[in-house]
């Protein structure tokens, strides 16, 4: 975003954020006057508390854990309550509405065109002769019974594999099978897991992958922009299709189309009693890992930036974004040819405060690259593959096959909606200023 590129709407909706930012900082000072210093210590005050006792409820375990407990509950409402004693609680929450329309006006200045995130659309060409879908009827609580999924899809002239039997099924080799018999497309109804191992064998092939939303959270399906409510309605795409070229992330080998975790999470889904009680699991396991008794100890390179024994990395087939509360949203993209990287380090209370800076905190790293290396002082660790946990030789390498899959979706979806970019106040600032005017490199030649 420069001032060449934006619009007469973006610009002032720029000098509208800074007006409204000014007006929040007025209420302050004017209804509050002094106090106004008073009321943002005491927020800032209560946010240090409540990340240090957050951090403590979840490495220690005991007394220490319940009181941590009641210390990160009891901070907000000591704010609220010191603010109503003080007749300061409306003047807080007008003030905040105020900042937060300034926050609504400044992404809308700053939001980008749709042809910036949307992924370009081909035609689904040729029309698939046999197509081959492999579906899950246990994935996502039942959907493809629930969907009538396999008989819609045979309608349509598709071949259907049901994965049932006690027995584990290989699902790589069903569908290297499906296309040596012929099968001229690939798509899968079930969890992510089970759509990268497929998506891998599609893209080896060249041929075009459907992918049908029957899974349990369906994240791949979500950053394609498909409908996660009707899964049936995925299966358009083989009759009314257009084409979508994604990138497939590649981890020692083996593809994954989402993302790929180490270190704290990882460790935890790895615990055998995980898939039984997975809250008392977390909270029995996370104590160890972030003292740093149990958990490989990890190093990570990329692009020249070592992050060293990092409690958890997070390497995404393409950056998530970061413009929601969390840190992590969606995908608008996925054809950037880059891998996202997340690492956390926080070995104490002072570094989980630290994370107050954001994006700038000391044990927070985000970067994107083409290729990391993640090494460990175990000869095995586990790693969250989709979801998925697997052990791991290491040195574990990431790198991204750029516009690997031929992806087929419906022409009618619901699409995606446009990510939230960060706020940036020095490029508001830029924005906001007078429109320059674009001067051609001819004219610059003839002044010469």
């Known amino acids: 975003m420069n001032g060449l590129t934006s619009t007469p709407a973006q610009r002032w909706l720029a000098r509208l954020s800074f007006v409204l930012a000014g ?23 209560a946010a240090v508390v409540g990340l240090a006792a957050a951090y403590f409820f979840l490495s220690r375990r005991g007394i220490w854990r319940w009181l941590s407990l009641a210390v990160f509950v009891a901070a907000p409402i000591a704010v609220i309550v010191v603010y109503a004693f003080r007749d300061l609680l409306w003047i807080a929450v007008l003030s905040a509405a105020v900042w937060l ?21 081909y035609p689904a060409q040729p029309p698939a002769r046999h197509p081959y879908l492999i579906m899950n009827p ?71 992958f ?14 394609l922009g498909l409908d996660r409510e009707d899964p049936s309605a995925c299966l358009s795409a083989l009759s009314d299709g257009v ?30 009693a995980y898939r039984g009680d997975k ?36 390497v995404s087939n393409n950056p998530y974004g970061i413009g929601d509360i969390a840190g992590l949203g969606r995908r608008a993209r996925l054809d950037r040819g880059i891998l996202g990287v997340v690492g956390v380090t926080v070995a ?7 994370l107050l800076r954001g994006r700038h905190a000391t044990g927070l790293s985000m970067l994107t690259t083409k290729q990391i ?58 924005l906001a200023g007078p429109a320059r005017r674009r001067t051609s490199s001819r004219h610059r030649i003839d002044r010469r």
């Open 243 to 272: 084409e979508l070229r994604a990138d497939l992330g590649v981890i020692n080998g083996q593809t994954f189309v989402n993302n790929a975790s180490f270190g704290a999470y990882a460790e935890v889904v790895e615990t055998p």
């Open 138 to 208: 246990k994935s996502g609580g039942g959907k493809v019974e629930k969907f009538d999924l396999k008989h819609r899809a045979e309608d349509l002239g598709a071949e259907v594999f049901l994965i049932g039997g006690p027995e584990p099924v290989d699902v790589a080799k069903v569908a290297r099978a499906a296309v040596e018999a012929g099968a001229d497309l690939l798509g899968v109804a079930g969890g992510d897991g089970t759509q990268a191992l497929v998506a891998g064998i599609a893209a080896e092939h060249g041929l075009p």
């Open 279 to 314: 809250l008392n699991t977390t909270l029995n396991t996370l104590p160890d890992l972030l003292q740093g008794h149990r958990g490989a100890r990890l190093h990570v390179q990329a692009d020249g930036m070592e992050i060293e024994a990092p409690q958890a990395l997070l």
């Open 348 to 354: 104490s209370a002072r570094q989980a405060v630290g």
């Open 23 to 45: 007006l929040a900082i007025i209420i302050l000072l004017v209804f509050a006057g002094l106090k106004s210093l008073a009321m943002v210590a005491v927020g800032l005050a």
């Open 373 to 430: 290396e993640i090494s460990a002082d175990a000869p095995r660790i586990p790693v969250g593959v989709d979801g998925e946990s697997v052990l791991m030789s290491t040195p574990v390498m990431c790198t991204v096959s750029p516009r690997a899959l031929r992806v087929w979706v419906p022409r009618d979806r619901p699409g995606i909606p446009a990510p939230k970019p960060p706020v940036s106040w020095a490029r508001l600032r830029h």
């Open 101 to 121: 329309l300034a926050s609504i006006t400044a992404r809308l200045a700053l939001a980008r065109s749709p042809a910036d995130w949307r992924m370009p659309e």
């Open 210 to 223: 459907v992918v049908i939303s029957a899974g349990t959270r369906n994240h791949f399906a979500l950053d």
